[in-house]
C-alpha cells in the first residue's frame, strides 16, 4: 500500500510531586503527569500515530505495563523502539504534526525545543515535525489544569520512494 496515515491521541492527569516531561523535555512547572514512567504524553500520542498509521494496534500492546521488562522505561526509548518497528516494515515518518492540549504553564516557549528532539527520536528533519500548543479555554479537565492532552497525525513514507 502506498499511502497510509495514522491517528494519536492520549492523556494524563497533572498531579503535585511528578516531574512534567514532554516531547521527551523536563518542563519546569509545579506539576507532572501522572501515569507509568514519565507519563509523556506527547510522545505517547506520537508512539500510537505511529502504530495506528502501520495498523500495529498500540503502545499498551506493545509495551504492557504489567510486564517488568517496561518499568521506569522512558517514554522515548518507547518511541525509538516504535520508530524501529517502523522502519523495520519499510516506513520513516513524511510528517508529523502533534498537538499539546495544555492550560498551563504557557508551552509557546517550550515548542521549538520539543519539535527538534521528537524530530530527532524520529530520525528525521524538524521540518517535518510540527508541534502546536492550545489552551482548552478554561472548559472541560484539561481547561480547569487537571490534564493534559495531545493528539498527533502522522504521514508515513516508504522507504524506498
Ligand atoms: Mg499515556
Do not use: C
Not at 507532572?32 to 495506528?52: M, N, P, Q, R
Amino acid at each position: 500500500m502506498a499511502i497510509r496515515i495514522g491517528h494519536g491521541y492520549d492523556l494524563h492527569r497533572l498531579v503535585e510531586g511528578r516531574r512534567l516531561v514532554l516531547g521527551g523535555l523536563e518542563i519546569p512547572h509545579s506539576h507532572g503527569l501522572l501515569g507509568h514512567s514519565d507519563a509523556d504524553v506527547v510522545l505517547h500520542a506520537v508512539s500510537d500515530v505511529i502504530l495506528g498509521a502501520l495498523g500495529a494496534g498500540d503502545i499498551g500492546q506493545h509495551f504492557p505495563d504489567s510486564d517488568e521488562r517496561y518499568r521506569g522505561i522512558t517514554s522515548s526509548e518507547l518511541l525509538k523502539r516504535v520508530v524501529t518497528l517502523m522502519a523495520g516494515r519499510g516506513w520513516r515518518v513524511g510528517n508529523l504534526d502533534v498537538t499539546i492540549h495544555a492550560e498551563q504553564p504557557r508551552l509557546g516557549p517550550y515548542r521549538e525545543a520539543i519539535r527538534q528532539r521528537v524530530a530527532t527520536l524520529l530520525e528525521v528533519p524538524a521540518e517535518r515535525v510540527n508541534v502546536k500548543a492550545k489552551t482548552n479555554e478554561g472548559l472541560d479537565a484539561v481547561g480547569r489544569g487537571e490534564a493534559f492532552a495531545a493528539t498527533a497525525v502522522v504521514l508515513p513514507k516508504a522507504v524506498d520512494s
